[in-house]
């Protein structure tokens, strides 16, 4: 079982609980019927019996929300694993790339004929309203900007 998927033993454990849940409306829906039957007027009956189908109607649809509940607890935790597994893999995928930077480094003999490297030329700077169109406003953005790239 420590094998297992979790997701697999929540739906398990739902059911299990979903069944004995079941089980005991349908006990406490008898034992209201049977105490309606041995009302002595019919207006006793009849208000026994509806007690008794709102009590198991009711216990019905409590059921079915835990069932729910687990169903989607246990997607969610489906869901959560499978993107992991992917982040995982993406993550050895990339760690195994060779990166642009690791270029080979030169030889002894391919530094004597290789070309000497141009000196790189100043950069202009950028003018301040270039800087302020670059950096977000402080509301929020630059977080809404990182969730909305990892979608």
Known sequence: MAEA????????LAKQQTKALTAAVKKRRD?????????KDAGGKAQGKALAT??????????????????NAADAYARAMRKAAEDAAAAAAAASKPKADDKP???AKS??????????????AKAAADKAETKPAKTGAKKKATKKAKR
């Open 5 to 12: 998927d979790l997701d697999a033993i929540i739906r398990q």
């Open 31 to 39: 034992a209201l019927l049977a105490r309606a039957a041995k009302a």
């Open 111 to 124: 530094k004597t004929t290789a070309k000497p490297k141009a000196t790189a030329k100043p950069k202009p």
């Open 54 to 71: 709102a009590a198991y109607e009711q216990g019905l649809a409590a059921a079915k929300r835990l069932q729910t509940a687990a169903d």
């Open 105 to 107: 480094k030169p030889t």
